[in-house]
Structure formats: C-alpha cells, structure tokens
C-alpha cells in the first residue's frame, strides 16, 4: 500500500497544498488571500504553514508594500512534488 505524505494529510495542510497548487509556477499568494479562501484563523494558518516550510515544501516571503508588510507563499518544487505524490498514493489506495 503507497504511503500518504503525514506532513500533507492533516486536513488544513493538505487545503493548503492543494490551494497554492493551484498558482502557477512561479506565482504566490498572499496570506489574507489563502486565509479567506480557507476559512482558517491566522494563528492557525500560521502554525501549519511552519510545518509545511520546515518540512520545505512551502516558501515564505517577507516583504513591504509602501509601509504595510505583507506575507507571501509558494509551493516549493519540492512541495509540489510532494502534492503530486500524494495525490498518486490517494488516487492508488482508493482504486483509481
């Protein structure tokens, strides 16, 4: 039986991965913007989102807009590797 990634399968970081997959390669997404879209508290969001960067699957980036600081992320190529695989290791256990 394929194994599931344990980083991705909580259900928040797997919402999470899934959503920044869906960003072109290259591209990122604010952090307001994937919080709305998740329905996740920033604390919460915040705290998966370390495990999926410690895990190097997420980039952080850090920067100002005029004077307003604003949070950007990315999937990694190895994050999105890792989505791919554990897409594949779902798509194998449920049959597809």
Do not use: C, W
Not at 22 to 43: C, H, I, K, N, Y
Not at 66 to 75: D, W
Not at 89 to 94: N, T
């Amino acid at each position: 039986m394929d194994e599931l990634d344990p980083v991705i399968h909580a259900a928040a970081r797997l919402k999470i991965t899934a959503t920044l997959a869906t960003v072109p390669d290259g591209g990122s997404m604010s952090f307001p913007r994937l919080q709305e879209l998740l329905d996740l508290t920033a604390g919460n969001l915040a705290t998966h989102l370390r495990k999926l960067e410690d895990a190097g699957y997420v980039e952080v980036e850090k920067t100002h807009r005029g004077r307003v600081p604003v949070t950007y992320l990315a999937l990694t190529t190895t994050g999105r590797r890792a989505f791919e695989d554990y897409t594949a290791a779902l798509r194998s256990i449920l049959g597809a």
